[in-house]
């Protein structure tokens, strides 16, 4: 029978998901941790789906999309090195699970969504702020930016997002190739973002980044 969700279970499951999630696989700044520990991800996914939100696999969202295991997103924050203040791009940002962890670390969020359904299940956040548009062109109109998080495995990396990053910003994200996922990092240095693999992680793929054929990584 599923767990049926109230607040001291769920405050007991993001115990359990940090310990034995995050702790034991190299998630332990103590302000993502705790973030992670504090954002109630049950609020961001289906409520059908509560009672398995702290489960260590990604949920289904609804239309073609999932939140990423709390691992993923966990080993995502530490790469992206966010300090308080920073302004970051969530590129995918689904229900805003991601864009909460980092609104309490400080930072100035950008959540780009082009599912006007997802975006519409995320809980008010007054610290957010919601863009709706194409995934893959970024959010031009607003500036540079700190750091950029793309939410999910891509095939390649739009030009017009690494142009959106600052001199030695830091962009994460994941590749695909054929079935492996990989986490990625980079720093844009001369006006470019080289992407460098951290960790093999089943990551939930992000639609219309597509390699053009022929492409390799």
């Given at each position: 029978?599923?767990?049926?969700?109230?607040?001291?279970?769920?405050?007991?499951?993001?115990?359990?998901?940090?310990?034995?999630?995050?702790?034991?696989?190299?998630?332990?700044?103590?302000?993502?941790?705790?973030?992670?520990?504090?954002?109630?991800?049950?609020?961001?996914?289906?409520?059908?789906?509560?009672?398995v939100?702290?489960m260590?696999?990604?949920?289904?969202?609804?239309?073609g999309?999932?939140?990423?295991?709390?691992?993923?997103?966990?080993?995502?924050?530490?790469?992206?090195?966010?300090?308080?203040?920073?302004?970051?791009?969530?590129?995918?940002?689904?229900?805003?699970?991601?864009?909460?962890c980092?609104?309490?670390?400080?930072?100035?969020?950008?959540?780009l969504?082009?599912?006007?359904?997802?975006?519409?299940?995320?809980?008010?956040?007054?610290?957010?702020?919601?863009?709706?548009?194409?995934?893959?062109?970024?959010?031009?109109?607003?500036?540079?930016?700190?750091?950029?998080?793309?939410?999910?495995?891509?095939?390649?990396?739009?030009?017009?997002?690494?142009?959106?990053?600052?001199?030695?910003?830091?962009?994460?994200?994941?590749?695909?190739?054929?079935?492996?996922?990989?986490?990625?990092?980079?720093?844009?240095t001369?006006?470019?973002?080289?992407?460098?693999?951290?960790?093999?992680?089943?990551?939930?793929?992000?639609?219309?980044?597509?390699?053009?054929?022929?492409?390799?990584?």
């Open positions: 029978m599923a767990t049926i969700l109230n607040e001291t279970n769920a405050a007991e499951m993001r115990a359990a998901m940090v310990d034995s999630q995050l702790r034991t696989n190299d998630v332990i700044d103590p302000a993502i941790v705790g973030a992670m520990g504090a954002v109630a991800r049950e609020a961001h996914v289906p409520s059908a789906l509560a009672s939100a702290y260590d696999r990604a949920i289904p969202l609804g239309e999309r999932a939140l990423n295991a709390p691992l993923v997103t966990g080993r995502m924050l530490v790469a992206a090195m966010v300090r308080p203040g920073m302004r970051v791009l969530i590129v995918g940002a689904a229900t805003g699970y991601s864009a909460a980092l609104a309490l670390l400080g930072a100035e969020v950008f959540a969504e082009d599912a006007a359904g997802l975006a519409a299940m995320a809980p008010a956040n007054t610290s957010v702020s919601w863009l709706a548009g194409p995934l893959a062109a970024g959010a031009p109109d607003r500036g540079l930016f700190d750091r950029i998080i793309v939410e999910g495995a891509i095939e390649t990396l739009p030009q017009a997002i690494a142009g959106q990053l600052v001199e030695g910003g830091r962009l994460v994200a994941a590749t695909r190739d054929g079935a492996v996922t990989r986490l990625v990092q980079g720093v844009k001369g006006g470019t973002v080289a992407l460098r693999p951290f960790a093999d992680m089943d990551v939930a793929p992000l639609p219309g980044f597509a390699a053009p054929k022929g492409f390799q990584f």
